[in-house]
């Protein structure tokens, strides 16, 4: 399994960011996906994940602020960021676990700055 992440950058606060994750490879059609994150010289942490039936999971820090969807027929997962806050700088991990397997892919960084 291949996870490719897309769409970070350097937002002000109060702004807006989507990310995207696309897996590739052999996917169980059964499995959760994800996105952690870790800020510099912290451990990664849950952000949001959400199972192939549509069940979400939100760190309470990102509650009401953050939406995780996934389209299964592409086998891609987003993350839609609002109201973005410095807190909120970090590397973005997006993740995959299939039948008890984890899966990451490539960070892409979120800056919020003025």
């Known amino acids: 399994v291949q996870l490719q992440a897309s769409g970070g950058g350097l937002v002000q606060p109060g702004g807006s960011l989507r990310l995207s994750c696309a897996a590739s490879g052999n996917i169980f059609s059964l499995n959760i996906m994800g996105w952690y994150r870790q800020a510099p010289g912290k451990q990664r942490n849950l952000v949001a994940t959400i199972t192939s039936g549509g069940i979400t999971n939100y760190a309470e820090s990102v509650k009401g602020r953050f939406t995780i969807s996934r389209d299964n027929a592409k086998s891609t997962v987003y993350l839609q960021m609002n109201s973005l806050k410095p807190e909120d700088t970090a590397v973005y991990y997006c993740?995959?676990?299939?039948?008890?397997?984890?899966?990451w892919g490539q960070g892409t960084l979120v800056t919020v700055s003025s």
């Open positions: 993740e995959m676990v299939v039948r008890g397997v984890w899966y």
